[in-house]
């Protein structure tokens, strides 16, 4: 049972919130040009790392903002929380990658 | 004589407390202070149970939760709880307990023939006998449950009650013994908010067993009521943290009035489920020690021999009058001092060669006679003890040899060394290490899991004297409150020795070896009692492949069961790890996992039970509702009604009476369960555009549009109807059930997707109170009641209007989903119990006829319309359900649109939404009935359609049906055939959608 | 016709034990409010429409007698007011020119005192109500059950407020109940 930094409330326990999945997949525009291949991709298929792992979560029963988090799927570590419009904070160990 | 075995002095109980019980049909009596097992050992009971796989005679091998054997169906009818350890049953007056898993009873058990066929019930024996065919499995698995099984469900209901909560702490301490007790003083005094949980009644850990009974007392007592005095600290006796969670997460049951038996604790819960959340964790849990595996060592007698001193020392009991001690380390000399002091002619067997002059001469002077070097190589004796044989262990320990000597004795008292409790800090995710000194694994604070600090000290740390816990304790306690921010002092904890003999150099003997090999002879070397587990399983688990830790406990099932394993781990890995001639490290350990000791469901739940179990939602009429006889309908989580029977009335006809008065005159329905949200901002439409399939830009103010809803995938995920206030202001409604996940829908796509268009969403669902009226009359009974001018042509079908009805404020909107004239009349929740009755008052003259849900679907069934979750499933786009009218043609961008045109969705004969009317008009298919392609004897058939919807609709004269039908659109007129789980086969003819007015006349009246 | 009843949905209930006093405000006004509350246009506003400021930090609440405003997000507000609900919105919306909604029945308010209220409110509610965390003039969407609430801290005596929406109102009341006799 995770404590989550929510980035305007602060520490809440994990029953506050829900989690919607990988961050960063932007809906793609001019979808009618897209082949059905590409759009599986854009709904279908996601990264599912042993390791760090960039998402989405929702602070369901607090102030109804969506955030993302960098956690560490294995360790269950959160690295960081952030705002949607904050840049994307680095993964540990790999020089600074965002 | 009753309770021969009790000391006449010593002990914490208290002797003017003489309390009754019963046991297996037979009176007894104890103390205050007694657990069940320490008071039937006062009355010379040894033989409390019998094993799990032979039936086998067992009796108490501990005094704590470790305990293996000595489990207990405790009282009867719904009190009754099965498998509870004798040896954590505080004794009440009164207490009813059974033994388990013995017939007819407990002295004469048939099950006991299990042991005679011993040889073929080995290891694996079910995965092996049991696999083939799978069809018997039902029949194999009533004879495996009968035969081998542990105590009984209650089948009555729960009586008691429970309680659940929350808690937060700068330090949770875990284990109330001298570490725990030392690092909660430490936290403390530094100011941190400390709780301090033991599972004990007494807090004091293993200080209670002690011989210096009077020195720890004074102790511990002097220490708890500092800790007492403090506002930050919370003290939790008879409280076990059973599991170890993410973030430093504890759960912990509270047993608060087990101790008082049943229905004897008042108002108050009988167990509390405490979820701790801790910055920091100190863990002081202790350590188990380890039975020595030798030849028939489950004989009831045989015990650890700090049980047999905790017997002694805190409980006035001696468990046997000749003690024999058998040991290959030094703790258990105290033991031996102690059984001698109590009287006891005492035996100290001791696998070592050099054992030191001091511990030599100490058993000299109290006339104990030692063996070094030697081993117990049998047992004699089946329902207990009644002697044991001697040998000398060869050097190297592998076998027995020379003169056999019997020693008669009644109680063997034995230790094979500590095994530190590791449990939490292993389920917090860190990792042990060995450590040969001890031989045992002690946690690793290098790899601890960096979201649960958490610091081990005493015991279960590897360190065994309470000098070394006390000091392990306030150095844990004053890391953990420095780790908070707070100070801690040291010097706040007073220093305290106590005169005892540690576990000192232990020469580890994991097999004590007898004149047979291992497997051989009728002896058997237990290793897990509860499971009865052999070291023979071991070598038959190693000689079958199954050498990974992992595979080893499942394959034997060493370490399962409600004991988990804590007397028998070690054991299990240290003769496996011989076998394949590693290093214990190298064998490694199994997970452990939640929950610590057994828990109740019942705790689990805590006051979420019953009506809290999940939250009834209600609307502003519901008591109306209740008043006019309403039978209710869980949807969602909302109660409402599903059909209001009138005298004599069953639901049918209730039904049938309600559907048809909508259309004769007019009906009303509470329609306030509907999702609705608010959206304003000049950004509005543009989501309007993006969420629903049609066009929003046009829709005039005042006018209300019906829309549907597509996920990514293109399927149908809700619907409803929204309306225009103002230019940049609308009021949307969703579904009952979608309302939460639209309106996240909503929110996560604006935040997350377009965050610079200006949109602001508010749920205002419970804001409005809503009745629909329905019917031809619904134009004359809202006239009686509002200002607005309900002409035709000024108040039109899609429209919405804003005024006073029955004198409060109310938006009403002209809307429909029973193809009737139709108006929802929206007020302030306040004012929804006003509004209801003046329907009801002003309707009399109309026959209003209040209708729930069940009419509900009739009538909008009867019109074809949809209801998503119900005619959708997740699977079916706008096409499948004929709905091509609400895609728009124009729009580029809207959600779902590019996945309308994926091969699947466009692919031919999926299926689609018709209408069916069965051969014989009486019949009304079972909702989920599929229709087959070809009528065969017997399932499977080939499907190609189900029914979504089925009713017997009063105003179509007949039964209806919608169903899903692979190309359905193009087989209208053809006729179906739908297979019953009976057998029998209906006919049905596929039409449209439509049942009544086909026209769409009434709905514009 | 005659004067309409303004219900709550616990009909003004309350509880009254050892240790806990719970009651039911009565009809409360509350406006839901959208906006940069760091801009001089809402400020301006709160200041015209409402007489308050719109500093405000995170999880905190502010009263002036007629008005209370509580923080819910970095972009909204909830007022408790005396004055008209449905004015405020509209003149909102007009001098702003974001969004606000009557929200003035979608909850109801409870307000919970006596010793044993932090014991009873955190055997619903994950989160953490010590005097030293949850200080009085702070607020807290939380869950209390499966109820969302939003808590606030009105007195050190204690005295705390509980918002549940009206259809979990009940369930709410009688999850205080039951527990209020086990703490």
Same mark, same amino acid.
């Given at each position: 049972?995770?404590?989550?930094?929510?980035?305007?409330?602060?520490?809440?326990?994990?029953?506050?919130?829900?989690?919607?999945?990988?961050?960063?997949?932007?809906?793609?525009?001019?979808?009618?040009?897209?082949?059905?291949?590409?759009?599986?991709?854009?709904?279908?298929?996601?990264?599912?790392?042993?390791?760090?792992?960039?998402?989405?979560?929702?602070?369901?029963?607090?102030?109804?903002?969506?955030?993302?988090?960098?956690?560490?799927?294995?360790?269950?570590?959160?690295?960081?929380?952030?705002?949607?419009?904050?840049?994307?904070?680095?993964?540990?160990?790999?020089?600074?990658?965002? | 004589?009753?309770?021969?075995?009790?000391?006449?002095?010593?002990?914490?109980?208290?002797?003017?407390?003489?309390?009754?019980?019963?046991?297996?049909?037979?009176?007894?009596?104890?103390?205050?202070?007694?657990?069940?097992?320490?008071?039937?050992?006062?009355?010379?009971?040894?033989?409390?149970?019998?094993?799990?796989?032979?039936?086998?005679?067992?009796?108490?091998?501990?005094?704590?939760?470790?305990?293996?054997?000595?489990?207990?169906?405790?009282?009867?009818?719904?009190?009754?709880?099965?498998?509870?350890?004798?040896?954590?049953?505080?004794?009440?007056?009164?207490?009813?307990?059974?033994?388990?898993?013995?017939?007819?009873?407990?002295?004469?058990?048939?099950?006991?023939?299990?042991?005679?066929?011993?040889?073929?019930?080995?290891?694996?024996?079910?995965?092996?006998?049991?696999?083939?065919?799978?069809?018997?499995?039902?029949?194999?698995?009533?004879?495996?449950?009968?035969?081998?099984?542990?105590?009984?469900?209650?089948?009555?209901?729960?009586?008691?009650?429970?309680?659940?909560?929350?808690?937060?702490?700068?330090?949770?301490?875990?284990?109330?013994?001298?570490?725990?007790?030392?690092?909660?003083?430490?936290?403390?005094?530094?100011?941190?908010?400390?709780?301090?949980?033991?599972?004990?009644?007494?807090?004091?850990?293993?200080?209670?067993?002690?011989?210096?009974?009077?020195?720890?007392?004074?102790?511990?007592?002097?220490?708890?009521?500092?800790?007492?005095?403090?506002?930050?600290?919370?003290?939790?006796?008879?409280?076990?943290?059973?599991?170890?969670?993410?973030?430093?997460?504890?759960?912990?049951?509270?047993?608060?009035?087990?101790?008082?038996?049943?229905?004897?604790?008042?108002?108050?819960?009988?167990?509390?489920?405490?979820?701790?959340?801790?910055?920091?964790?100190?863990?002081?849990?202790?350590?188990?020690?380890?039975?020595?595996?030798?030849?028939?060592?489950?004989?009831?007698?045989?015990?650890?021999?700090?049980?047999?001193?905790?017997?002694?020392?805190?409980?006035?009991?001696?468990?046997?009058?000749?003690?024999?001690?058998?040991?290959?380390?030094?703790?258990?000399?105290?033991?031996?001092?102690?059984?001698?002091?109590?009287?006891?002619?005492?035996?100290?067997?001791?696998?070592?060669?050099?054992?030191?002059?001091?511990?030599?001469?100490?058993?000299?002077?109290?006339?104990?006679?030692?063996?070094?070097?030697?081993?117990?190589?049998?047992?004699?004796?089946?329902?207990?003890?009644?002697?044991?044989?001697?040998?000398?262990?060869?050097?190297?320990?592998?076998?027995?040899?020379?003169?056999?000597?019997?020693?008669?004795?009644?109680?063997?008292?034995?230790?094979?060394?500590?095994?530190?409790?590791?449990?939490?800090?292993?389920?917090?995710?860190?990792?042990?290490?060995?450590?040969?000194?001890?031989?045992?694994?002690?946690?690793?604070?290098?790899?601890?899991?960096?979201?649960?600090?958490?610091?081990?000290?005493?015991?279960?740390?590897?360190?065994?004297?309470?000098?070394?816990?006390?000091?392990?304790?306030?150095?844990?306690?004053?890391?953990?409150?420095?780790?908070?921010?707070?100070?801690?002092?040291?010097?706040?904890?007073?220093?305290?020795?106590?005169?005892?003999?540690?576990?000192?150099?232990?020469?580890?003997?994991?097999?004590?070896?007898?004149?047979?090999?291992?497997?051989?002879?009728?002896?058997?070397?237990?290793?897990?009692?509860?499971?009865?587990?052999?070291?023979?399983?071991?070598?038959?688990?190693?000689?079958?492949?199954?050498?990974?830790?992992?595979?080893?406990?499942?394959?034997?099932?060493?370490?399962?069961?409600?004991?988990?394993?804590?007397?028998?781990?070690?054991?299990?890995?240290?003769?496996?790890?011989?076998?394949?001639?590693?290093?214990?490290?190298?064998?490694?350990?199994?997970?452990?996992?939640?929950?610590?000791?057994?828990?109740?469901?019942?705790?689990?739940?805590?006051?979420?039970?019953?009506?809290?179990?999940?939250?009834?939602?209600?609307?502003?009429?519901?008591?109306?509702?209740?008043?006019?006889?309403?039978?209710?309908?869980?949807?969602?989580?909302?109660?409402?009604?599903?059909?209001?029977?009138?005298?004599?009335?069953?639901?049918?006809?209730?039904?049938?009476?309600?559907?048809?008065?909508?259309?004769?005159?007019?009906?009303?329905?509470?329609?306030?369960?509907?999702?609705?949200?608010?959206?304003?901002?000049?950004?509005?439409?543009?989501?309007?555009?993006?969420?629903?399939?049609?066009?929003?830009?046009?829709?005039?103010?005042?006018?209300?549009?019906?829309?549907?809803?597509?996920?990514?995938?293109?399927?149908?995920?809700?619907?409803?109807?929204?309306?225009?206030?103002?230019?940049?202001?609308?009021?949307?409604?969703?579904?009952?059930?979608?309302?939460?996940?639209?309106?996240?829908?909503?929110?996560?796509?604006?935040?997350?997707?377009?965050?610079?268009?200006?949109?602001?969403?508010?749920?205002?669902?419970?804001?409005?109170?809503?009745?629909?009226?329905?019917?031809?009359?619904?134009?004359?009974?809202?006239?009686?009641?509002?200002?607005?001018?309900?002409?035709?042509?000024?108040?039109?079908?899609?429209?919405?209007?804003?005024?006073?009805?029955?004198?409060?404020?109310?938006?009403?909107?002209?809307?429909?989903?029973?193809?009737?004239?139709?108006?929802?009349?929206?007020?302030?929740?306040?004012?929804?119990?006003?509004?209801?009755?003046?329907?009801?008052?002003?309707?009399?003259?109309?026959?209003?006829?209040?209708?729930?849900?069940?009419?509900?679907?009739?009538?909008?069934?009867?019109?074809?319309?949809?209801?998503?979750?119900?005619?959708?499933?997740?699977?079916?786009?706008?096409?499948?359900?004929?709905?091509?009218?609400?895609?728009?043609?124009?729009?580029?961008?809207?959600?779902?649109?590019?996945?309308?045109?994926?091969?699947?969705?466009?692919?031919?004969?999926?299926?689609?939404?018709?209408?069916?009317?069965?051969?014989?008009?009486?019949?009304?298919?079972?909702?989920?009935?599929?229709?087959?392609?070809?009528?065969?004897?017997?399932?499977?058939?080939?499907?190609?359609?189900?029914?979504?919807?089925?009713?017997?609709?009063?105003?179509?004269?007949?039964?209806?049906?919608?169903?899903?039908?692979?190309?359905?659109?193009?087989?209208?007129?053809?006729?179906?055939?739908?297979?019953?789980?009976?057998?029998?086969?209906?006919?049905?003819?596929?039409?449209?959608?439509?049942?009544?007015?086909?026209?769409?006349?009434?709905?514009?009246? | 016709?005659?004067?309409?009843?303004?219900?709550?949905?616990?009909?003004?209930?309350?509880?009254?034990?050892?240790?806990?006093?719970?009651?039911?405000?009565?009809?409360?006004?509350?406006?839901?409010?959208?906006?940069?509350?760091?801009?001089?246009?809402?400020?301006?506003?709160?200041?015209?429409?409402?007489?308050?400021?719109?500093?405000?930090?995170?999880?905190?609440? $502010? /009263?002036?007698?007629?008005?209370? &405003?509580?923080?819910? #997000? *970095?972009?909204? =507000?909830?007022?408790?007011?005396?004055?008209? !609900?449905?004015?405020?919105?509209?003149?909102?919306?007009?001098?702003?020119?974001?969004?606000?909604?009557? $929200? /003035?029945?979608?909850?109801?308010? &409870?307000?919970?005192? #006596? *010793?044993?209220? =932090?014991?009873?409110?955190?055997?619903?509610? !994950?989160?953490?109500?010590?005097?030293?965390?949850?200080?009085?003039?702070?607020?807290?969407?939380?869950?209390?059950?499966?109820?969302?609430?939003? &808590?606030?801290?009105?007195?050190?005596?204690?005295?705390?407020?509980?918002?549940?929406?009206?259809?979990?109102?009940?369930?709410?009341?009688?999850?205080?109940?039951?527990?209020?006799?086990?703490?």
């Amino acid at each position: 049972m995770f404590i989550i930094n929510c980035p305007y409330c602060g520490d809440r326990d994990q029953t506050e919130f829900s989690c919607h999945g990988e961050a960063h997949i932007p809906r793609p525009t001019e979808t009618a040009k897209m082949t059905d291949d590409e759009w599986g991709e854009y709904v279908f298929f996601r990264t599912n790392p042993k390791g760090y792992h960039r998402e989405r979560w929702l602070h369901d029963h607090g102030c109804r903002r969506w955030f993302n988090a960098l956690r560490h799927t294995v360790t269950d570590e959160f690295v960081a929380t952030y705002k949607i419009e904050d840049p994307r904070p680095p993964i540990p160990g790999e020089g600074g990658r965002s | 004589m009753s309770q021969p075995q009790r000391l006449s002095a010593g002990g914490s109980i208290d002797r003017s407390k003489l309390l009754s019980f019963m046991f297996d049909g037979r009176q007894y009596t104890g103390y205050q202070g007694d657990t069940l097992a320490s008071a039937l050992l006062a009355n010379g009971v040894r033989l409390m149970g019998r094993s799990f796989k032979y039936h086998r005679p067992r009796g108490a091998i501990a005094a704590g939760s470790e305990e293996p054997n000595a489990l207990v169906q405790l009282e009867t009818g719904a009190y009754t709880e099965p498998n509870t350890r004798a040896t954590c049953i505080e004794l009440y007056d009164g207490l009813v307990a059974k033994s388990q898993n013995r017939w007819p009873n407990l002295e004469f058990d048939v099950g006991a023939v299990n042991s005679l066929v011993a040889r073929f019930l080995p290891a694996g024996f079910y995965y092996k006998t049991f696999m083939w065919p799978a069809s018997m499995w039902m029949t194999y698995e009533k004879f495996i449950r009968k035969a081998a099984g542990l105590g009984v469900s209650p089948v009555d209901d729960d009586p008691d009650v429970y309680h659940g909560t929350y808690a937060h702490c700068d330090v949770l301490v875990i284990g109330g013994g001298p570490a725990g007790i030392a690092a909660a003083t430490a936290a403390a005094n530094g100011g941190a908010r400390i709780i301090l949980l033991d599972e004990g009644n007494d807090f004091g850990g293993g200080l209670l067993g002690t011989s210096d009974n009077a020195a720890s007392t004074s102790y511990i007592d002097g220490a708890l009521q500092v800790l007492e005095q403090n506002d930050n600290v919370r003290l939790l006796s008879r409280t076990t943290a059973t599991g170890y969670y993410d973030y430093n997460y504890i759960t912990a049951l509270e047993k608060v009035t087990d101790h008082l038996g049943p229905a004897n604790g008042g108002d108050a819960p009988r167990q509390r489920f405490w979820k701790i959340r801790a910055k920091q964790v100190v863990i002081a849990a202790g350590s188990i020690e380890r039975p020595l595996i030798f030849a028939d060592n489950d004989r009831p007698g045989v015990m650890l021999a700090n049980a047999v001193g905790t017997y002694i020392n805190r409980y006035g009991v001696l468990p046997g009058n000749d003690v024999v001690v058998f040991t290959n380390n030094d703790s258990a000399y105290q033991v031996a001092l102690d059984a001698a002091a109590a009287g006891a002619t005492v035996t100290t067997v001791d696998t070592r060669r050099n054992v030191s002059s001091e511990l030599k001469s100490k058993l000299e002077q109290n006339n104990i006679r030692l063996f070094e070097g030697h081993a117990i190589s049998s047992v004699q004796g089946s329902k207990g003890v009644e002697s044991v044989r001697i040998m000398q262990l060869s050097e190297d320990g592998e076998s027995v040899q020379g003169q056999a000597w019997e020693i008669v004795c009644t109680c063997v008292a034995t230790s094979g060394g500590w095994t530190p409790s590791c449990h939490m800090f292993s389920q917090s995710g860190g990792k042990l290490k060995y450590d040969e000194s001890i031989a045992g694994f002690i946690p690793d604070p290098s790899k601890a899991k960096v979201s649960s600090p958490n610091f081990s000290a005493g015991a279960c740390n590897g360190s065994f004297t309470t000098h070394a816990c006390i000091e392990q304790g306030i150095a844990a306690g004053a890391k953990a409150a420095a780790a908070v921010g707070k100070t801690a002092s040291a010097s706040s904890v007073n220093a305290f020795a106590v005169s005892e003999i540690a576990q000192g150099a232990i020469a580890p003997l994991w097999l004590v070896p007898t004149v047979h090999p291992v497997g051989e002879g009728k002896a058997k070397h237990f290793h897990d009692f509860q499971n009865d587990v052999t070291a023979a399983d071991i070598h038959l688990a190693a000689r079958e492949g199954f050498v990974s830790v992992e595979h080893l406990k499942r394959y034997t099932t060493t370490g399962m069961a409600t004991d988990q394993g804590k007397t028998s781990n070690l054991n299990a890995l240290a003769i496996m790890a011989n076998i394949q001639g590693v290093s214990i490290p190298e064998v490694g350990t199994t997970t452990f996992r939640p929950p610590y000791t057994p828990l109740t469901f019942g705790a689990v739940g805590g006051q979420e039970s019953r009506e809290l179990f999940i939250q009834e939602r209600k609307t502003p009429m519901h008591e109306h509702h209740v008043a006019n006889g309403a039978v209710f309908e869980d949807v969602g989580d909302w109660k409402r009604p599903w059909y209001f029977p009138q005298a004599g009335e069953d639901m049918h006809a209730a039904v049938q009476r309600e559907t048809l008065a909508v259309r004769e005159s007019v009906g009303m329905l509470d329609a306030s369960t509907l999702g609705k949200i608010d959206i304003q901002g000049k950004d509005a439409v543009k989501l309007l555009e993006m969420v629903y399939t049609n066009n929003w830009q046009k829709l005039a103010i005042g006018s209300c549009r019906y829309g549907l809803m597509l996920n990514e995938h293109g399927m149908i995920f809700d619907d409803g109807v929204t309306t225009r206030l103002g230019e940049n202001h609308f009021h949307m409604t969703t579904t009952t059930g979608g309302a939460a996940r639209v309106m996240s829908w909503l929110e996560e796509w604006l935040q997350t997707e377009w965050p610079e268009w200006e949109v602001y969403c508010t749920s205002v669902t419970e804001q409005w109170a809503v009745m629909a009226i329905n019917g031809p009359n619904a134009r004359d009974l809202l006239q009686e009641l509002t200002d607005i001018d309900v002409s035709k042509e000024s108040f039109p079908f899609m429209t919405m209007r804003e005024g006073s009805v029955a004198g409060v404020p109310a938006r009403v909107y002209r809307i429909s989903f029973t193809g009737e004239l139709s108006y929802e009349i929206n007020v302030p929740a306040r004012y929804g119990r006003h509004l209801i009755e003046a329907l009801t008052e002003a309707g009399k003259k109309y026959d209003l006829v209040p209708y729930g849900t069940e009419a509900m679907h009739v009538l909008r069934a009867e019109k074809g319309f949809i209801i998503v979750g119900q005619d959708t499933d997740g699977t079916v786009t706008p096409h499948d359900m004929d709905m091509d009218w609400i895609v728009s043609k124009t729009k580029e961008e809207y959600l779902g649109n590019r996945a309308q045109v994926r091969v699947d969705t466009k692919r031919d004969k999926r299926p689609q939404l018709i209408g069916l009317l069965t051969e014989d008009p009486t019949v009304v298919l079972p909702e989920g009935a599929h229709i087959v392609a070809e009528v065969l004897d017997k399932p499977p058939m080939p499907t190609i359609g189900h029914v979504t919807s089925s009713y017997m609709s009063p105003n179509a004269g007949r039964s209806i049906a919608l169903a899903v039908l692979q190309d359905g659109i193009n087989r209208k007129g053809e006729t179906v055939s739908l297979a019953m789980m009976d057998g029998s086969v209906h006919q049905a003819l596929v039409t449209d959608t439509v049942f009544v007015d086909k026209e769409g006349v009434r709905v514009r009246g | 016709m005659d004067n309409p009843v303004i219900a709550t949905p616990l009909n003004a209930a309350k509880i009254d034990t050892d240790g806990l006093t719970v009651a039911e405000l009565g009809h409360t006004s509350k406006v839901n409010l959208r906006g940069d509350f760091s801009s001089s246009t809402v400020n301006n506003a709160l200041t015209t429409l409402l007489g308050m400021e719109s500093t405000l930090a995170p999880n905190a609440f $502010v /009263s002036n007698g007629a008005s209370t &405003l509580f923080w819910l #997000g *970095p972009n909204e =507000r909830l007022i408790y007011t005396d004055s008209d !609900p449905e004015t405020i919105a509209s003149q909102w919306r007009d001098q702003v020119g974001t969004g606000a909604v009557d $929200v /003035s029945d979608y909850s109801t308010v &409870l307000r919970l005192s #006596g *010793p044993k209220v =932090r014991d009873v409110i955190v055997s619903g509610a !994950p989160f953490d109500v010590h005097p030293d965390e949850f200080k009085v003039g702070q607020c807290a969407q939380t869950r209390f059950g499966n109820a969302s609430i939003l &808590l606030s801290n009105h007195a050190e005596t204690p005295v705390f407020q509980m918002q549940v929406r009206w259809s979990f109102a009940e369930y709410a009341f009688e999850y205080i109940k039951r527990v209020a006799n086990y703490v």
